[in-house]
């Protein structure tokens, strides 16, 4: 993996309580800094996440927003435009540009990078101006071994000058960790994730 700073690493290993983590040929100094920086960033996000229910082996949580356009431009810019919006800072070679979603039944939400790939999530249903989902585990998650659904549901509104955009995601499984800690953390980058996405359909 690049040595670039990633906060969706840094964070997760920090709400394990890694103590000892630390990037190839950054010093724990370095390191404590950026995830101070990364901490205060994220907490300055708008509180618009709910935690719909948690616990030691799992976790709900749900982010809404509303945008000024019609479902059908809402769904295309979160399926066709993903490398515009989603944030560079989460993903694997800091290139949102790589990030592709294959809007179809076992399609790919991919990150393709030359050789290095990644399979963030798969598509399991897709409703076109209404529901995508996904499954499978973002960032650290995955390899902690566990496994979750992504629900992104598009409600417009009677104009059509309008829609609602709900980012559902569950999460859970075996692992050692107390997956009730990772709510924050989760909870602030799903809200920079789907802020990314109001941001592009606002331009």
Not at 83 to 104: C, E, F, M, V, Y
Not at 123 to 129: A, I, K, Q, R, S
């Amino acid at each position: 993996m690049s040595r670039r700073f990633r906060a969706p690493q840094t964070l997760a290993a920090a709400a394990r309580g890694d103590p000892d983590w630390k990037q190839s040929g950054e010093g724990k100094t370095t390191m404590r800094i950026r995830l101070l920086a990364a901490v205060l960033l994220l907490a300055a996000l708008p509180a618009t996440a709910e935690v719909k229910d948690l616990s030691s082996s799992g976790f709900t949580l749900e982010n809404t927003i509303t945008v000024p356009v019609d479902a059908r431009t809402a769904w295309r810019g979160l399926v066709d435009h993903v490398g515009d919006w989603w944030p560079a800072d989460h993903t694997w070679w800091g290139k949102a540009r790589n990030l592709s979603i294959d809007a179809r039944a076992g399609g790919c939400f991919c990150e393709i990078n030359g050789r290095q790939q990644a399979e963030h999530m798969h598509v399991v249903m897709v409703m076109p101006g209404e529901l995508l989902r996904l499954k499978g585990a973002l960032g650290p998650l995955q390899g902690m071994g566990l496994d979750g659904v992504l629900e992104f549901r598009f409600a417009e509104s009677d104009d059509r000058k309008a829609t609602t955009i709900t980012m559902w995601f569950r999460n859970g499984g075996y692992t050692p960790d107390d997956l009730s800690k990772f709510v924050p953390v989760v909870d602030q980058v799903q809200k920079q994730q789907l802020g990314g996405l109001e941001a592009y359909l606002r331009r």
